[in-house]
Structure formats: C-alpha cells, structure tokens
C-alpha cells in the first residue's frame, strides 16, 4: 500500500482482485487446494512444483502459518471491506507509520483466536477431538473451496475476451489432470515413479503453454467491455446507468433524486447489498414515487475516477453507496 501511495497510484481495499494475473494465479492455487483436500494428491515438505503453491498453506509449523495467514487474507478482502474500508480510507491517507499500525491491528484481529487458544490451551476442550471424522470434514471442506474457484474462474476469465472462458477452464483441467497423475503414480505409485513425474510435468508445462500462452496471449489482458449505458439486472429490476462524475452531476442539476452503487464483480459484499437491500422491491417503488435515477460504477478493474470518488468520500473501496 505504501509503495502503491509513493508511486502517485490509488491505494485501495481490494486492489489486488483488480489485477488479472492476481486472479488467474489464485485461481490455479485455489484449485490446487481443492484438489489437495479431496486427496486428489498429498503435499509434503518434498512436494513437487505442482504442489508447491498449495503446499505452503498445508505446512506444519511457523512456514505453513504464515502462508496459511497470506491465503486467508487473500481471499478475505473482499468479505471484510465492510467492517474495514472505513478505518483504512482513513488509514490511506495517513503516513506510513499509521498505516503499518492499522494493518499490524488487523492482523491482530485475524489471528486473534488462534492466540486465545494458545493462551488458554483448556478451552480446546470445547472443541471436537481429533479423529477420522476429520479426515471426512477435510474432504468436505474441498467443496467450499471448490465453489470458491469457480467465483475466481468467473473473475478471471473475462479478463481474456471471448476466449478465456473455454481456455482457462481446459487450462484448469489439465491442471487437474497433471495433479492426479502425480498423486497416483509418483506419491502413492510403486513402479515407474520417474515417468509419471515426467509425465504430470510436462503435461502442465503444454497446457500452460498451449492455453495460455498461444491462445490467450494471458500476460497481455484485454479490457473489458462495460455493458450498455443502461442495464437491468431483473426482469423488474432497478435500471442501472453508466456511472461518470459529469452525468450524476447532470441528473442532480436537472433535479433528479441519484443513487450511485460503486461495485466489483469480486465483491460479494456488495453482490449481497444489491440482491438483499437495494434491488428489492420497496426501494424500486420508492425510486418510482422520487422518480430517482440510479448509477452504477464498476470498480472490478482499475479505474483511477472511482479511486478519485473513494477519496473524496474518505473510503477504501468498494462497496460504497
């Protein structure tokens, strides 16, 4: 955040969801820690490059809790931008050493009740007893990350056109292909170790390079298409504008009621916000009775405007409205 704020750039909440090889990468890892949940194939301190990514969460020790910590992070921003933009649009403006102290009082927050267990090592009577229960749950919670790469391979994919839907995804599932064969031919395998190693290696090395490399051309993303200057979300739903400073400032002049929802397609919060609290019914008829007028920016990539509205309005990022 500091070296993004020396730079002359925007810091803000979440910035890190705005950056496609970001979202590609975390993809592959997410999945990768689906996988290793599902046993697909193990991690060990001798795992392979296929492993590694999703290996540095699994470790024992001070390794595995630091880099556990990362990935928790990672995927949290966009949950947590509720309870925290306020504090860090704060935090944003100030000198380093306040931001520093913010963060270092948010990570204390993370990792509070690990430290309260570790402090009170009693209380972890209350929770269930190791057993082979937990391998089941470890299975179980594959699924919840599954789901989670699949929101990342929404997120990701549209940032390559019309192709990055098909080619991420077979990308993704020779990845998959790769880690099984290292599972069950190299980690559980008795004979003719070596190949299968070759094997799963360069199976992942082609796809890489055929899917995203050749057809995606993945380190040069294109820029989405926004939609249509007016969008529905509902058949009946709120009629959403293209949002820009100069047209809300236009609609207010005219005389019009304006509600503006800054979002991002990787913010759940505000996909929440939308379907529980604003595109409802009583806010739709309210709207008609002010004959109000709704805009919506889309903060899913950078966008130095929006950054420069967070500004004004002392917040971090998204959701705002």
């Known amino acids: 955040v500091i070296a993004v704020q020396k730079a002359g750039d925007a810091a803000s909440w979440g910035m890190q969801m705005q950056n496609p090889y970001f979202r590609l990468a975390l993809t592959v890892i997410v999945l990768l820690v689906a996988l290793n949940l599902f046993g697909l194939f193990e991690v060990t301190l001798s795992g392979g490059t296929l492993g590694a990514a999703a290996g540095l969460a699994s470790k024992e020790g001070g ?191 005219a005389g019009k009621v304006v509600l503006v929802d800054f979002t991002a397609r990787w913010c759940l919060t505000c996909k929440a916000n939308k379907k529980f609290f604003i595109d409802i019914p009583s806010v739709r008829t309210r709207m008609g009775e002010l004959n109000a007028i709704a805009f919506r920016a889309d903060y899913t990539d950078k966008d130095p405007l929006i950054a420069q509205e967070f500004r004004r309005y002392g917040r971090a990022g998204v959701p705002l409205v």
């Open 63 to 253: 390794t595995g809790a630091f880099f556990n910590g990362v990935l928790a992070t990672a995927l949290a921003t966009p949950c947590t931008a509720p309870f925290l933009t306020v504090a860090l649009g704060f935090a944003f403006t100030q000198p380093p050493f306040v931001i520093v102290l913010m963060f270092v009082a948010t990570a204390c927050g993370l990792a509070s009740p690990y430290v309260v267990l570790s402090w009170k090592p009693g209380w972890l009577k209350f929770l269930p007893r190791p057993g082979t229960w937990m391998v089941r749950f470890k299975v179980a919670m594959g699924f919840p990350m599954l789901g989670t790469a699949i929101w990342m391979f929404d997120l990701a994919a549209p940032s390559y056109g019309d192709g990055g839907v098909l080619w991420i995804g077979l990308f993704l599932v020779i990845v998959a292909l790769a880690a099984w064969i290292w599972g069950e031919f190299v980690q559980r395998g008795t004979r003719r170790q070596l190949p299968a190693a070759i094997g799963a290696l360069l199976l992942a090395v082609a796809g890489y390079y055929v899917a995203l490399e050749n057809q995606l051309n993945w380190r040069h993303p294109v820029a989405r298409v926004a939609g249509g200057d007016v969008v529905k979300d509902l058949p009946d739903g709120i009629e959403w504008h293209r949002w820009s400073a100069e047209a809300v400032q236009q609609a207010r002049a």
